[in-house]
């Protein structure tokens, strides 16, 4: 699976961001797809994740009530609508997706995710 993101930029705290991730080169037309961060210096943590083919999606506590993930089928497209952000949201973002998972669709967040994009920059300040 290729994972191209796109939307990040700098944004002043308290304002909203949508970052996009377009997918292509699945066979399957359900991903386990999820959303996250690494700051410079800290260790990779998660945002959020959503499996395609239907059931909740999961947000980290860090962003919960703050962050929607959601995906649009026809674009294939994963999104991550980010609200009230904070200078602490400040990090790299990477799209990452499991064409092979076969599991409880609401454990999708705890998979370990074998395709990844570039990154795309988002800094809260």
């Known amino acids: 699976v290729q994972l191209v993101e796109s939307g990040g930029g700098l944004v002043q705290p308290g304002r909203s961001l949508r970052l996009s991730c377009a997918a292509s080169g699945s066979t399957y037309s359900s991903l386990c797809m999820g959303w996250l961060r690494q700051a410079p210096g800290k260790e990779r943590e998660g945002v959020a994740a959503?499996?395609?083919?239907?059931?909740?999606?999961y947000y980290y506590n860090t962003v919960k009530g703050r962050f929607t993930i959601s995906h649009a089928d026809a674009a294939n497209t994963l999104y991550l609508q980010m609200s009230s952000l904070k200078p602490e949201d400040s990090a790299m973002y990477y799209c990452a997706a499991d064409a092979n998972f076969r599991a409880d669709p609401d454990y999708c967040y705890a998979t370990q995710f074998g395709s990844w994009g570039q990154g795309t920059q988002v800094t809260v300040s």
């Open positions: 959503i499996y395609t083919g239907g059931g909740s999606a």
